[in-house]
């Protein structure tokens, strides 16, 4: 039966591409279906990877970290470092033929601010507006001095849509984006593809293709199938298990990316119904399912040790780490005493959502064994990535993962989100009014080896709560055509496809 599921999808595939060849089609197979194509709206990592070409930033991040011009052809810091005025390209336009200028940063800003939805609200937390102060001159004003700002620019809250678009359709927006990057939308079938085409009024370098066309293929055998049949160009998020697989293909090119990410499990702590339960109410049995824990042979196993293992938000090669919180082994014994110690005599009982990429649910596979040999009942509720976004957005939940941040340019990006008290996802409802000192500091100070030690304590604080217990960090592997050259990878996780061509 699997294999003829994989045929399927072959099949599938080899039709589009027979259909619009003639029309220089570029085929992404992507891991997840978007939840929406709105930068102010999304929580998907696969949304930010289609955006990337159909939306322009007002700064760009390359492979090595730097931050280059886009929409922001230049900018610059007050002296009191409260006042970022930027000047704005003057030759973009968005795809529905609304000019790029001033007013529209002041309207992506401020409805990344306001918009009843959004998922920017930590974000934009400092901002305390726009000031429009010529026709391409535009003054972000802060609240207090913010070092994230600038890589916040770079990508989601830097992410420009259409103004005309975005008045008209509210929250609808994502249903069918108007930005002004090169390609533009043209449809969306859910679950199934995403198509765009090149925008010929882009501003920059046309693309060599006409058309994009993003399917959606949860399993990673079934993308790496269909690379090597030739009925995919290019792939997103290949199973670290099949990267000899790829090695030894002279078809296929391997481009791994590293990016600050991780990968956790959130504990719903809320004070309602299901936040009530053992592992919500008591930071001494989320410790003893910690030192259940063996991240080691998760890595192993389940990513071939392609993987990083780790115990912060941050890896361990990071200069955020604190390697006063080291990462610690799997000491079965020690887990039973805790939970013995705390009185919980009888299996505890804890229940993980889980979304339904394969390699997810491997790796909860993997934790659910652990945690039960240390006297857990742990059970597992596999559903599609969408619905757990709605599910933890609704708080109907008890834990959820493995799951993270899967790309940032700044520390800030995977911390304030997730750890502060209006984080926008901190859906598990963790409240420290410590830790939310620890965030609002790391985001005013300016020197970076006192920024390090803020994140440090941090790290510390979370070591003794685990309400979000970190399991380990991502290599993203994309893989494409030998044909393929002009592959941009960005130091964030994702890939550009606006110089791509196939030779």
Request: hydrophobic share 40%; charged share 25%.
């Amino acid at each position: 039966m699997k294999k003829t599921a994989f045929s399927t999808t072959i099949l599938a595939a080899g039709l589009l591409l027979g259909s619009t060849a003639m029309a220089q089609t570029m085929r992404v197979g992507m891991q997840d279906d978007p939840d929406t194509l709105d930068p102010h709206m999304t929580r998907a990592a696969s949304a930010m990877y289609v955006m990337r070409q159909l939306c322009d930033t007002l700064i760009d991040l390359d492979a090595k970290m730097n931050l280059n011009p886009a929409l922001a052809t230049s900018w610059a810091w007050s002296d009191d470092k409260k006042s970022l005025t930027m000047q704005l390209r003057q030759n973009a336009k968005f795809h529905d033929g609304t000019p790029f200028d001033a007013e529209a940063v002041k309207y992506n800003i401020e409805r990344a601010m306001t918009l009843p939805e959004t998922q920017r609200k930590g974000d934009t937390a400092n901002v305390a507006g726009v000031d429009v102060t010529g026709p391409y001159t535009a003054v972000l004003k802060l609240k207090n001095p913010d070092a994230a700002v600038i890589a916040k620019l770079a990508e989601l809250t830097g992410t420009m849509i259409s103004p005309t678009a975005g008045k008209a359709l509210g929250a609808k927006f994502g249903g069918t984006p108007s930005c002004s990057g090169p390609f533009k939308f043209v449809e969306r079938v859910a679950q199934d593809r995403i198509v765009l085409e090149r925008f010929a009024d882009y501003w920059g370098d046309k693309p060599a293709f006409e058309r994009v066309i993003f399917r959606t293929m949860p399993d990673g055998t079934v993308r790496l199938a269909n690379i090597q049949a030739g009925a995919l160009d290019l792939v997103d998020r290949l199973d670290a298990t099949d990267v000899p697989t790829v090695l030894k293909d002279s078809k296929l090119k391997l481009f791994p990316v590293d990016t600050l990410n991780y990968q956790s499990l959130v504990i719903n702590v809320a004070k309602t119904p299901r936040g009530d339960h053992p592992m919500g109410k008591d930071a001494r049995v989320r410790e003893a399912f910690d030192w259940a824990l063996d991240r080691k042979a998760i890595v192993d196993v389940a990513f071939a040790g392609q993987f990083i293992a780790g115990n912060q938000f941050v890896a361990p090669d990071s200069p955020f780490y604190d390697k006063g919180t080291a990462l610690q082994g799997r000491d079965i014994e020690k887990a039973k005493k805790i939970l013995k110690d705390a009185g919980y005599t009888a299996k505890v009982p804890f229940e993980i959502t889980v979304p339904n990429r394969p390699i997810t649910v491997r790796v909860a596979e993997m934790i659910q064994a652990m945690t039960n040999e240390a006297g857990f009942d742990t059970k597992l509720k596999v559903v599609e990535f969408a619905t757990t976004l709605n599910l933890t957005d609704a708080g109907d939940f008890q834990a959820w993962g493995p799951i993270g941040p899967q790309t940032a340019n700044d520390p800030d990006a995977v911390t304030f989100m997730s750890l502060h008290t209006i984080g926008s996802r901190n859906v598990g409802k963790f409240s420290s009014p410590d830790m939310d000192k620890i965030m609002e500091s790391s985001r005013t100070e300016g020197d970076p080896m006192k920024r390090r030690a803020i994140y440090q304590q941090a790290a510390k604080l979370m070591a003794n709560d685990r309400s979000v217990i970190y399991l380990y960090h991502q290599r993203f592997f994309y893989v494409t055509s030998a044909k393929m050259t002009g592959l941009t990878p960005t130091a964030d996780g994702f890939v550009l496809l606006r110089n791509v061509k196939l030779n």
